[in-house]
């Protein structure tokens, strides 16, 4: 147990005095070397779960779980699937979609789009969409598009936008696509750029008759009870529809869909933890070579005191407390930082972008249009006690070194 005698002579030889200025001035940058790292530490690794969270919140909101892809030139017979796929007790919704990529236009701009068609209530079940409209409504009666399309095409609500297919008629002029006009009666805005620019709604039927489908679908999308484990769903669904004979049709998850972004964000995440990593284990160096040179110019003292009665574990305990007093200052100031950076991380990069004049984080390059952070506490716990945990380490090389040091041979060479 760490008595009052050790913990006033710790605090004591924390203080800086004249003679001791470079080794103050050693500990100080441990205590902001460990400070940093903490900080660091807990802000990159809050914003890459923000990234993961927000891109998986995201797709899982508005693709479904588990997709049911037809074969080429689309499934018939699809509401009899959709009805057995949406029996099993973890499926909460299994809709069929009618999905083609077309040119969206209007006398500004053109631009790429997807357009996906269902029923107006698959729609409302979708809460990323039904809650995140800015203006119109889900009444399908025409299409309902992103807020940066809009804008992109310089169109509001109510204006007409035309879309062209590819896919077209035969003529002897050759083949002809096929273009509509349709009004615009929703805008939504999820925040992700990808959807928000690029994907557009349309009524079910109306998607069946602008792509030439009539009673077929391009896939089926299906909601389960557990979005992040789909795997055992999906197994049972493949085996729904291997017993529907039709041929062709391909069960696949959203994991396995979105393989590579999801390993290539949990590979940035595990180097960037071991990379920050290194700050901490810097700054636990720079406390072992403080100490070592405290050690050296409290020789004298070490003496004496042994010689007034402390034994090797109170002078051990000495120098743990004056390790890891660095330690905990450290830690706990950097964790308050990062905690205080995440809250407001939002705000401190809109100042930032307001004072050097540049976009950080443009929504075109990393898809999401905020620069999103989550605060996962048990992750604190354990960046914080690792930290502290480095820290008692480095001071036991350099406590050992003093309690070692003889009465003796200390008073003779001062």
């Known amino acids: 147990m760490i008595g009052t005698f050790e913990l006033t002579v710790a605090l004591r030889y924390l203080k800086s005095r004249r003679q001791e200025g470079f080794i103050s001035v050693t500990a100080g940058f441990s205590l902001v070397g460990i400070c940093l790292g903490v900080g660091a530490l807990i802000i990159v690794m809050s914003v890459m779960n923000g990234f993961r969270h927000e891109l998986i919140t995201q797709i899982l909101g508005f693709k479904g779980h588990v997709t049911i892809v037809a074969p080429a030139g689309g499934l018939a ?4 699937l959709a009805s057995d796929v949406a029996a099993h007790p973890d499926v909460i919704l299994a809709a069929p979609v009618v999905e083609g990529q077309v040119l969206a236009s209007s006398r500004r701009a053109h631009a790429g789009v997807i357009v996906r068609g269902l029923t107006a209530d698959d729609l409302a079940a979708k809460p990323l969409i039904a809650d995140n409209m800015i203006a119109g409504s889900l009444d399908g009666s025409g299409i309902i598009a992103g807020s940066r399309l809009m804008r992109r095409l310089g169109l509001k609500l109510g204006d007409s936008m035309t879309l062209l297919s590819p896919r077209g008629l035969p003529t002897a002029l050759g083949t002809m696509p096929r273009s509509v006009s349709w009004p615009v009666v929703g805008v ?3 925040g992700m750029y ?10 079910f039927g109306m998607a069946q008759t602008y792509f030439r489908l009539e009673d077929r679908v391009t896939e089926i999308e299906v909601m ?3 979005p ?9 669904i493949r085996r729904i529809v291997a017993d529907t004979g039709l041929p062709g049709v391909v069960v696949v998850d959203w994991q396995q869909t979105n393989r590579h972004l999801y390993g290539a964000l949990q590979v940035e995440r595990d180097v960037m933890f071991l990379i920050l990593t290194l700050i901490i284990l810097v700054a636990a160096f720079n406390i072992i070579s403080s100490l070592i040179l405290l050690v050296k110019d409290k020789n004298g003292d070490i003496a004496i005191m042994r010689t007034m009665g402390a034994t090797r574990g109170s002078v051990m305990r000495i120098f743990l407390v004056t390790g890891s007093a660095i330690g905990i200052a450290g830690t706990l100031a950097g964790a308050v930082i990062g905690v205080l950076f995440c809250l407001h991380i939002e705000e401190i990069r809109q100042l930032i972008q ?7 984080f443009p929504a075109e390059v990393y898809f999401l ?5 989550r605060l996962d506490w048990p992750e604190v716990v354990t960046i914080s006690l690792m930290a502290l945990g480095l820290a008692f380490l480095a001071s036991l090389y350099p406590a050992w070194r003093a309690a070692r040091i003889e009465p003796a041979d200390a008073l003779r060479y001062e």
């Open 77 to 80: 017979g699809y509401d009899a």
């Open 188 to 190: 939504f805005e999820v």
């Open 194 to 203: 990808e959807f928000d620019s690029g994907v557009v709604f349309v009524p």
């Open 224 to 226: 389960v009870t557990l």
């Open 228 to 236: 992040e484990e789909p795997t055992a769903t999906a197994a049972d």
């Open 354 to 360: 307001t004072l050097i004049g540049l976009e950080l």
């Open 369 to 373: 249009s905020r620069l999103p952070a």
